[in-house]
């Protein structure tokens, strides 16, 4: 079962977060086979980390919630909400499978939440026409009910020009009650 994860940052939390990074990474190093993403996002100023999401195929929920809610910025209070939700990875592949690579124009986590109008609707959404050649997506899928029957949003990883053309990759925005648009990097330990 793939889920997405993301854990958004408390306010004045970075000291706290800086602190605890090694402690982060090597919470995530037991995780390394079963990421499909990952990766903090940034406030407005492209400097300023905000959370960090990470896209998993884990065994079960219960998996899922461990995850999130063991993690050390989350046990330490550097977060101030989790975002856990089932996740379809349409594409199929990781983010290290991204033919545009790790460098590279601007990238960004783009969440979808659906409006009370679309909840429940094909749990196995088409790519918006948008980006048919999926050249610029990294991951895409939609999120789900914990039982994974009910379509509740859609999540995507994408390198775009700037905010409004990464909130483009969701289609028609009707569907949607709110969209999210996320400065976002790869993650992981620094080569």
């Not at 648009?181 to 992981?188: A, K, L, R, T």
Request: hydrophobic share 40%; glycine share 12%; with cysteine.
């Amino acid at each position: 079962m793939e889920f997405l994860c993301y854990h958004r940052d408390r306010t004045g939390s970075l000291a706290l977060r800086d602190e605890l990074i090694e402690a982060h990474w090597a919470y995530m190093d037991q995780y390394a086979k079963e990421m499909i993403a990952r990766g903090p996002t940034f406030g407005e100023d492209g400097e300023t980390v905000t959370g960090s999401v990470h896209v998993l195929d884990l065994p079960d929920a219960g998996a899922a919630r461990a995850f999130a809610f063991d993690e050390p910025n989350y046990q330490a209070g550097v977060y101030r909400d989790v975002l856990l939700r089932r996740w379809r990875n349409v594409l199929g592949r990781t983010m290290w499978d991204f033919p545009g690579g790790r460098e590279g124009g601007d990238r960004f986590l783009v969440i979808g939440l659906g409006a009370a109008t679309a909840v429940g609707r094909a749990v196995d959404p088409e790519v918006p026409s948008a980006c048919e050649d999926r050249g610029d997506l990294i991951a895409y899928g939609p999120l789900l009910s914990d039982d994974g029957a009910t379509w509740l949003g859609t999540a995507a990883l994408v390198r775009a020009s700037d905010p409004e053309a990464a909130r483009a990759v969701l289609g028609t925005p009707d569907a949607y009650a709110d969209i999210e648009v996320h400065d976002w990097q790869f993650g992981g330990r620094p080569s």
